[in-house]
């Protein structure tokens, strides 16, 4: 599976907005389901993924370098552990030449963050997640959509242990422990009773130390403490009406990494102030990846991906809409 999913990269980073689709075509099945985030949204087949996201992000970027941080392989919990899905997360480092969407280039090196769930039957992908960070380009472009964030906006690093890249196959019984680790942290989230203060609760699965790396509009913190301040507690100060986990559509692990993706994982209510948006009577759904970094039996490190594009359009803010009428303005 992993062999799969290393050959379609090696073709991707060779193809040109011309050959992509073609590209594509040579290891997806031809009812490729592809779920992007806000824009894209959900394509099938080569030809159409190849139209939403590919062809207007290689017109737009030169030199498009693969930088992967972690690349796993294990089957899916979710469905009985029947698929296995391949999961990779870095950046495409790239030059940002010519205007992507309606976001103008800069003409410099960026580091676009992405994480992408596939899943793999009889040599082929027959389903792919694909999660990029689009408000982070933004704001490396010069073009922050956002208020002031909670958390710290980075390039964010792959592990701190720098041993994310599991290409040989790994002891399966690490792998167990730390879909355990995950599973035992989302029982702790779902409990909605404030049995306990927060950072106690925190403190049974995660270290003290924890790196909680978030996506742009949010960003990243460090130690459990500063996790509840600039994170958790804003989150649940403005989203804890009418708050509903809808589930998972893959969560798994290998070694001591894991993580899962959900379409959409929550539908949450935003009370006022969140993302800097006033309240809104209207429910809007989160879809989310985390990726987990698992260390002697508790959570170390977590990397988010959130599609907050189509978060706030659900609000009636189209924040693509709404840059492209800025830009032709000034």
């Known amino acids: 599976m992993k062999a799969v999913v290393r050959r379609f990269h090696e073709t991707l980073s060779k193809s040109t907005a011309d050959t992509v689709a073609r590209d594509l ?17 959900e394509q099938h087949g080569a030809e159409a993924v190849a139209g939403a996201f590919w062809v207007p992000f290689l017109n737009a ?3 498009v370098q693969m930088r992967p941080d972690i690349f796993m392989a294990g089957a899916n919990e979710i469905d009985g552990y029947r698929s296995v899905w391949v999961v990779t997360m870095g950046h495409f480092l790239t030059l940002f030449d010519r205007p992507f969407l309606s976001i103008r280039p800069n003409g410099r090196i960026v580091m676009f963050r992405f994480v992408e769930f596939d899943r793999v039957e009889n040599g082929r992908i027959v389903e ?27 390039v964010q690093p792959g592990p701190a242990t720098h041993d994310g ?8 019984d690490t792998g167990r422990t730390t879909l355990s680790n995950i599973n035992a942290m989302l029982s702790d989230m779902r409990e909605r009773a404030e049995t306990m203060p927060i950072e106690q609760r925190l403190a049974r699965t995660w270290h003290d130390d924890m790196l909680w790396w978030g996506p742009a509009g949010i960003g990243a913190t460090f130690t459990i403490e500063r996790y509840v301040r600039q994170h958790a507690g804003p989150f649940r100060a403005a989203l804890s009406q009418g708050y509903r986990f809808n589930g998972h559509i893959c969560r798994m692990a290998e070694g001591n990494f894991g993580g899962f993706f959900g379409w959409a994982n929550l539908t949450v209510t935003n009370a006022g102030g969140y993302l800097g948006m006033t309240a809104s ?3 809007a759904d989160m879809r989310v990846v985390d990726i987990y970094r698992a260390h002697d039996g508790k959570l170390a490190e977590n990397w988010i991906f ?25």
């Open 61 to 63: 970027m030169s030199r």
């Open 25 to 41: 075509a040579r290891h997806t099945t031809t009812t490729w389901h592809w779920r992007g985030m806000h824009p894209f949204h």
């Open 165 to 172: 890249l599991l290409y040989d196959v790994q002891n399966p």
């Open 128 to 154: 792919t997640a694909f999660f990029c960070d689009l408000p982070h380009l933004m704001i490396q472009a010069g073009q922050d959509p956002f208020a002031p964030a909670t958390g710290a906006h980075l």
């Open 281 to 283: 009577p209207q429910p």
């Open 306 to 330: 959130i599609d907050i594009l189509h978060y706030l359009n659900m609000q009636g803010l189209d924040v693509l809409t709404r840059m492209q009428s800025l830009h032709e303005w000034n």
